[in-house]
């Protein structure tokens, strides 16, 4: 299954092909979970609406345009199965922000930039992870919809067409929603640091 493309595995899937369909969920299981881990922030949740997505990919499956790409229709489910999760669990407390890292203040690329770094040195690790836990927590604080396009655009590489098809806006309104998201995740960041070194 490995070798067959996405247009591929999806017709066998479609034609009632149960290992097809396994080999979509092996395909994109690890992507699809990471997504939600980040844009859901809650893992009561992750699981899920990550059963919940391949699920209403098994139901979908009839109506899917086999001539679009299987991976954003993919995201869009998952993005409106984890919009509903929220949805159901909003007004509970917002989850509150943990270790804070010391470290110099970044840009949004810099904190990128050094989560995605391959050191292995134990320090960096630490500092890695005091980061990667700052940054989870200035993005669980945002709103959904900027939220969301942080996700989609910084941690899974979507274009901006992807992106509008995924959430079903115009791509005008993607570029704007996201240099409003940076915008706010930089204002945030500064915050978060100033607050722990004061």
Known sequence: MN?????????????????????????????????????LNRSDLVEDVFQETFLQLFISRDSFDSTRSLRPWLFTIAANKARDALRKQQRTATATIGTITKSEEMSFDEM??????????????????????????????????LREILVLA???????????????????????????AVGRFAKDWKAAVGSKRS
Request: proline letters at 3%; aromatic letters at 12%.
């Open 3 to 39: 070798e067959l493309t996405d247009a591929e595995l999806f017709s066998r899937f479609a034609a009632g092909e149960e290992a097809a369909f396994r080999g979509i969920v092996n395909r994109y299981k690890q992507g699809l979970y990471a997504f939600l881990k980040r844009f």
């Open 112 to 145: 990128l930039d050094a989560l995605t770094s391959d050191s292995t040195a134990p320090f960096d690790e630490l500092q890695r992870n005091e980061a990667a836990s700052l940054v989870r927590a200035v993005i669980a604080n945002m709103p959904e919809n």
């Open 154 to 180: 910084y941690f899974n590489k979507f274009s901006y067409k992807q992106m509008a098809q995924i959430l079903s806006i115009p791509i005008g309104t993607v570029k704007s929603r996201l240099h409003t």
